[in-house]
């Protein structure tokens, strides 16, 4: 088992900058490659980004890429998404997720992730 808990949503405006963060902790966190999803009002969750076991590779969708940056740190069992230049159709819950997978592929379809956090807020005023 991994329990993952987000933070670092809140209120921003369009243009502005946040940081989220998830802390995985029960398990094996150095075995799972990481993703980052969200789910905006009324649609499907969806995939933001990925980042490998080893932090080697990583993966974005391309309604992100070039504003949005995965990092992770395996001795704090932490990954972070950086949130630049945000616009309000960023606004979603945003959930981290676990994926058992010592591979260097990025998975993108939610039903790959083995364990999800609670989700945070991301609000983006235009």
């Known amino acids: 088992q991994v329990q993952l808990v987000e933070s670092g949503g809140g209120l921003v405006q369009a243009g502005g900058s946040l940081r989220l963060s998830c802390a995985a902790s029960?398990?094996?966190?150095?075995?799972?490659?990481m993703g980052w999803f969200r789910q905006a009002p009324g649609k499907e969750r969806e995939f933001v980004g990925g980042?490998?076991?080893?932090?080697?590779?990583?993966d974005y969708a391309d309604s992100v890429k070039g504003r949005f940056t995965i990092s992770r740190d395996n001795a704090k069992n932490t990954v972070s998404l950086q949130m630049n230049s945000l616009k309000p159709e960023d606004t979603a819950v945003y959930y981290c997720a676990a994926d058992i997978n010592l591979s260097d592929r990025i998975r993108t379809s939610e039903t790959s992730y083995d364990y999800w956090g609670q989700g945070t807020q991301v609000t983006v005023s235009s």
């Open positions: 980042v490998s076991w080893t932090g080697r590779t990583t």
């Open positions: 029960g398990g094996t966190f150095r075995s799972c490659a």
